[in-house]
C-alpha cells in the first residue's frame, strides 16, 4: 500500500494531532519533509531538489557529489616560510579548506572560518570546511567585507592564497550585499549604497512593475527617484547583557600566549610564531571592520519602494539575477508597528555563544533575517526569547508540535518578564488571544500550514494572526518544514524578521537551499564538540550494539517483504536482550532511559513485555504529558519507550541514556535529534558525568548499512561511535526475555502472524488507538548484573578469562574505516 506508507513514514516531521483529520494532500507535503527515504527515491529527489535550487535562484550549493575531483597531487604547493604557525591548508581544486584544530590560534580561526564557509567535519585535530555560494553570502549578509575575507584568509593560510580561491570567492560575491530589503512604517523599500545597482534592477521588468512611484502626497519623497536615507549608527546591546566584548586581536593574543606557555617545545615554537602572525592582527582587523561597518555617518543610501504584495516575487527574482537581497528590519525606528514591553529577568544569563550568534543577527543595529544553527539542548530556545526582548515587538513562534508550543510558553514565562496573559497558544485544544495590544502567539506549522475549512474559533483565530503585523516570526525546528508549507505560512503572516533555529540543518533531500531563500542566509553555527567541553551540553559515549539475528529470526527475514523486514530485525530476540539488559545496567546506575523505536508495532511488544510506559501518535497531548512527567518525577518510572514523537523538542534534562532500537533509515537528522535528547542532561556538570546513546542494529541485515549513514552527521561533528559486538555481563544476566527456542519461536509466530495493518501502525494522530499503558510505571529497580563494573558499559574493562581476540578486544568490538562524504 504505498500511499499509506508515504503518510506513515511522514510522521517523522511532525506530530500533528492539531488537526481532527489531515487529508491526503497534506500528506504529499509532510512527505516533502521526510529527507530520509530509502536510497531508490533519493536518485529521483535530487534530482528534483536540484532543479527547486536552481530555481530558488542560482545561490546553489553543490551537493558532494557534485563536487569535481579534486586532483590530490600538492607536492608542489610553495609553503610559506612561517606556514607551521599558519592552521589552514587550502585545496586550490575544490574550495575545501582543512584546519588544523590543535593549532593556537585554531579557535579564531574557527570562528573566522564559521562566518565564511560551511563545516563539513569537526572532529578532534582536524577540521574540514568547505567555501560555497550559501557560505559566502551568509559572510556577506553578517557584514564580512570580501578584501577582508581574502586577507585574512590569506595570513591563515600556510600557502598563498591560491588565485582559483581568490576567483571563487571574487566571482560568486560580487553582487552580494549590495542590495537590502527594508521594511520600514509598512512599506517595502529595496536599498542599495550605488545607485547604479538599483538602475540596473530596474531594468528588469519584474521589479520595474512592482515599484511603487510616490504619490502627490509624499512629494518631498518625489523629489529623486531614489530615496536617500542615512544609514543607522551602530548602537546594539542585548538586553540584560553586557555589550559582546569585540572580539579580535586582543583575546587572540591571549589564547595564543597561553598556548604557547603550556605547550612543549615544539608547540611553544610554533605558539611564537602563532604569535607573530597574531601580531598582524589577523582578525582583529575583519571583525572590527565587521563592527564598524554600518557606524559611518555619511554612506547615503538610496532606495525605492515596491509593492508590499510582490515581496515574495521580488525576492525571487533578485536572486535569479544573482542579486540576492539581504533582509533587514530597523525596528527601533518602526513607529507604526506597536511595541512589546518586553526584558529578559535580570537573572537571565545568556552564554557566550549565544550572544555570539545573536550578535550576527543585530550586529547593525538593524535584525537580519536568518538561521541560527545550535546543537540540541545548547538553549536555542533562550537565543529566540532574547532575539523577542531586544525587537520588543508582537511575535509569533512557529514549532512542531502541541508539546513544543507548551514548552515555548513555559521558557519565555521563565526566561523573560512577561505574564502568561501576554502569551497566546494556538493549538488544537487552547485558541485564547493574548491581552494588550501587543504580546505572543505560539502555535505550530500545521495549524498555520491548514487551509482547510476551520471550526468557528480557530477560523476566528487566523483572521486575527493574519491581519495583525508582525515584527519577529520564530521558526523552530527549522529544518523539518517543508518549503511549500513554510511558502503558505509565510504567504498568511506578514513578518518585519524571521529568524529560524535548528540543530541539524541536514535533509537528504537537499532541500536546505530553499531555506536560505525563503528565511534567510545561515547567520550562525556553533560547534558541538567545543559546547561539550564546555560543559553547556552534556559529553556522550555513543555505542553501535550488533546483535545476531538467531537463525529463524534470519531465515524469515531472508524470505519476508520489506514493512515486515523491519519488525523482524527490530524484534530479533538477541536485539530485545541487549534492550532488557542495558536498561537494567542503567537503572541500576542511577539512570533515566529513554528507548527510542520508530516502529511502533515494536515500540508497543518491547515496552509491554517490559512493563514500561510508552508514548506514541496514538496518545492524545494529556497522556503524554501525564507519562513525560511520571518519567520526570517518580523514580520508579525510570525507563519510557518513545517513537519518533520523542525526536525532536522534548526537554527532559532527567534523562541520561538513550537505546535506540528502530530508526527511520539512514536519517542522520533524526540521529542527531534524537541524540540531542540527553545533551542537556542536568547531571551533566557532575564530575566524571557521560551520557550514552546506544543503537542496537541487528547483524547482516539492511539495518547495519543505514545505521552506517545515519552516524555521519554526528561522526562530522566529532563524535567517535564505538561498536560493540558483545554487551560484557550479559551471558551472565539471569531473567533475560526469549532466551530459549521455544520463546523465540513463539515470538516469531507472532511477528509472522500479525497482519499488515499492525505491523504498518503508524503514529499519526489519525490513527486513532485508545490510551494504552505498557505497566504500572514501576520500573524493576533491580539491580542488574553489569558485569561487576560501575564505570561506563561502553569504556568497561574487566579481568576476566580470555583468548588473544579477548585481551585485544578483539571479540567484542569491531572496528569500521568510514568515510565521511
Ligand atoms: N543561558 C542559559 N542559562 C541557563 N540555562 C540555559 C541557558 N540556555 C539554555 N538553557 C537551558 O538548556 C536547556 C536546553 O535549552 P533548549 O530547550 O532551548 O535547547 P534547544 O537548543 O532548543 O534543544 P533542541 O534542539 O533539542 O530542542 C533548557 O533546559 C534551558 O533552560
Redesign the pocket.
Known sequence: MPPKRKSASAAAAYDDDDFEAPDLDDYEEYEEAIEDVSDEEMGGRRKKSRSARQSAGGLEAPSDSEVPEANMDFSKMVLKPDHHARPLWINPENGYIVLEAFSPIAEQAQDFLVAIAEPVSRPTYIHEYRLTSYSLYAAVSVGLEIDNILSVLNRLSKTELPQSTIDHIRESTKSFGKVKLVLKHNRYFIESEEAGILQRLLKDSIIRDARVFPSASTAGDAATRFLEDKAPKRDFELPGTKKPAAPGAANGSNDAEAAAQDGNGTATAAATAAAAVQEEDVLGMLLAKDDDRDATDDVLVHSFEIQAAKVEGIKKQCADINFPMLEEYDFRNDTSTKNLEMNLKPTT???PY?EKALSKMFGNGRARSGIIV?P???????VGITAACTIRKSTLVLCTSAVSVQQWKQ?FLMWSDLKANQIACFTSEEKLWFQGESGIVISTYTMLANNRKRAHQTAEFMRRLQSMEWGFLLLDEVHVVPANMFRRVLTNIAAHTKLGLT?TLVREDEKIGDLNFLIGPKLYEANWMDLSSQGHIARVQCAEVWCPMTPEFYRAYANAETRRKQVLYTMNPNKFQACQFLIKYHEARGDKIIVFSDNVYALKAYATKLNKLFIYGGLNHHERTLILSQFQHNPNCSTIFLSKVGD??L?L?EATCLIQISSHYGSRRQEAQRL?RIL?AKRRNDEGFNAFFYSLVSKDTEEMYYSNKRQQFLVDQGYAFKVITKLPGIEETADLSFTTQREQQELLATVLAADAAALEETDLALTKVRFERGGSGSAAASGGSSGGSNSSLVVTAQRRQGNMASLSGGDTMAYMATRNR
Not at 376 to 382: E, Q
Open positions: 544569563q545568556i552564554r549565544q545550535l540540541c539542548g545548547a538553549g536555542k530556545t533562550l521558557q540543530a525532536t523538542s526537554d534534562p540531542g542537556r
